[in-house]
């Protein structure tokens, strides 16, 4: 009789080999060919719009030098030329750059000379003529760099994602996930979107839910930044949902953006459809008006539903926490994202385990587009209707940010402003937390507090802005 042996099946090492070498051929090479796909841009400005662009950024330039010198990847002063110039405004202002600045049309060419003329002005120098060596950096043009993700490491993003689930489920938050056909479009995948449940009224955005009960408050809309998803925020979120009256709590719905969640999934919706699942999701739970918390990525979401005429009388109340798209003009949350060489341990952090992953880097690299995303303080401080009510808000900053300007985003947002003071309407409160870096104030237990705190109290203040 034929007797088995262990030594006549497949070997451990062997076993493994054949997972790895599947995964890579049949998910990881196919999902890195989406990283040489060109850029969809959106519609371009007019002439008119884009001058005014160009002045509101450059009225907010602190540096012109340091402006030229990390928008072209830390070059000599120097070497920066005009046609040099021409190839980086084509980009961040026509969004173009498949064409040679020798060759643009005529319009262009003479618009273009404007803008460098008036940027001469503001370096209170002549830029030398012809093209120097160098690079600009043209986030939705340059090529993405990515480092690679085995297998290992999406089982470990795949039990992150269900102690995830089971944390929000021991909170009282409810699931609603995405339907099957999406859902089967991410890796690792995630049983609790194939589980029988309830179902998102967007087909593209999960989400966790509790029921507002709290009257006369709002319930409040949070979107997270680039991460392992949800897992950073659990006791932040935790901690929303209670009142003064313990019978009553405050609504909170939490987004789960899977393509900057470590992911290898569909791309992250455009402007457009986000709003359009944004509304399906708040009409389905009678949210009418909402408080809008973010952080960092999250604030570029915020922004999208801030100019939004359908949407931004909806939001009595924000808190931005190390928002990104403040100043967003400025070089500094492209290059230390995307540019960096890092040297310290933080700065590794951030490039391995963020920036060259591959569903952030494709995210960043071909579905980022400034102009959509910068937020200004007007459009923060916008007037809801005819009430005349200011929006409330409050901007919380890390000291130590190793990602954004935060002394010129404090600045900007603190200069003619009213300081906000408890019980004012309106206005931005900005809060700098000196010791912490980015999103350092969510594992901070007094910071966290604090910011809790500061999400209640626009909970509170937005709700007295309701009809």
Request: hydrophobic share 40%; proline share 6%; net charge neutral.
């Amino acid at each position: 009789m034929y007797a088995f042996h262990p030594s006549n099946s497949l070997s451990s090492p062997e076993k493994n080999c054949i997972c790895i070498g599947t995964f890579y051929v049949f998910i990881y090479r196919p999902y890195l060919k989406r990283l040489k796909r060109n850029a969809v841009h959106p519609l371009p400005l007019s002439h008119e719009e884009r001058r005014v662009l160009f002045d509101r950024c450059f009225r907010h330039v602190p540096s012109p030098e340091s402006y030229l010198t990390w928008w072209f990847l830390g070059a000599d002063p120097d070497d920066i030329r005009r046609d040099n110039i021409k190839e980086f405004l084509l980009w961040a202002f026509f969004e173009r750059g498949d064409g040679s600045v020798d060759e643009p049309d005529e319009a262009v060419d003479e618009e273009l000379e404007q803008y460098v003329t008036l940027l001469e002005q503001r370096l209170g120098r002549q830029l030398p003529s012809g093209r120097g060596n160098i690079q600009s950096l043209r986030l939705t043009f340059d090529k993405i760099t990515t480092t690679y993700r085995g297998l290992a490491w999406y089982v470990i993003v795949f039990f992150v994602d269900q102690l995830t689930h089971l944390s929000f489920l021991w909170h009282g938050f409810e699931y609603y996930r995405r339907p099957r056909s999406s859902a089967i479009r991410v890796f690792p995948p995630r049983p609790q979107e194939l589980w029988p449940g309830r179902t998102s009224p967007s087909s593209q955005l999960s989400y966790w839910h509790r029921p507002h009960t709290a009257e006369g408050q709002l319930p409040v809309v949070f979107f997270h930044g680039i991460g392992i998803g949800l897992w950073t925020y659990v006791r932040f979120l935790a901690g929303l949902y209670k009142t003064d009256d313990k019978k009553k709590s405050v609504g909170v719905i939490a987004i789960e953006i899977l393509p900057i969640s470590f992911r290898l999934t569909s791309a992250i919706p455009d402007k457009a459809e986000f709003l359009s699942q944004m509304t399906a999701i708040l009409d389905y739970h009678c949210w009418q008006n909402v408080a809008l918390v973010s952080h960092s990525y999250g604030s570029v979401l915020t922004t999208h539903m801030l100019h939004s005429p359908s949407m931004q009388h909806r939001v009595p109340s924000v808190v931005l926490i190390d928002p990104v798209t403040i100043m967003l003009h400025l070089p500094n949350v492209a290059y230390n994202f995307t540019r960096r060489r890092p040297k310290r341990a933080n700065e590794w952090q951030l490039w391995y385990f963020a920036s060259t992953d591959p569903g952030v880097a494709l995210c960043l690299g071909r579905h980022f587009f400034w102009r959509e995303n910068i937020l200004w303080k007007e459009e923060l401080l916008a007037s809801l209707g005819d009430s005349g009510f200011k929006r409330d808000v409050a901007v919380t900053l890390a000291g130590r940010d190793l990602i954004v300007d935060t002394a010129s985003v404090a600045e900007y947002l603190e200069d003619d402003a009213e300081t906000c003071v408890e019980g004012d309407e309106g206005g931005v409160q900005v809060v700098v937390f000196p010791k912490l870096d980015h999103a350092q104030v969510f594992d901070d237990a007094p910071s966290r507090k604090t910011l809790i705190q500061m999400v209640r109290s626009r909970c509170k203040s937005g709700g007295l802005a309701l009809p």
